[in-house]
């Protein structure tokens, strides 16, 4: 890699260190933790769908009421200039 003569001491230290070895402990306490904070946002998640599905309902049902307004004025005044001619 280099061309410098005496060897780098961060490298030499780093060839030093112990392998890494898996700990079931560790590995549990990992995991377990993993597993909660996934349920944490997966309730999360659940929790806005719900309330995006009632939000959805309601928008729906204002449109619908207000389509049947409209459709129900038009109606009206349709009714209305066929009486006049």
């Known amino acids: 890699m ?3 003569p005496e060897p780098d001491a961060l490298l030499s ?3 030093q260190l112990p392998a890494p070895s898996p700990r079931a402990d ?8 993993c597993h ?3 349920r944490a946002q997966r309730a ?5 769908a719900r309330r995006q599905r009632l939000v959805t309902r ?12 409209y459709a129900a004025v038009t109606l009206i005044l349709a009714l209305q ?3 006049f001619r």
Not at 26 to 33: E, K, L, P, Y
Not at 44 to 48: C, H, P, T
């Open 44 to 48: 999360k998640r659940a929790r806005y």
């Open 58 to 69: 309601c928008a729906n049902v204002a449109l619908a009421v207000i389509l049947c307004s």
């Open 13 to 15: 230290r780093l060839a």
């Open 26 to 33: 560790r590995d549990n306490h990992i995991t377990r933790r």
């Open 81 to 83: 200039l066929m009486e």
């Open 2 to 4: 280099t061309d410098y």
């Open 36 to 38: 909660a904070v996934l």
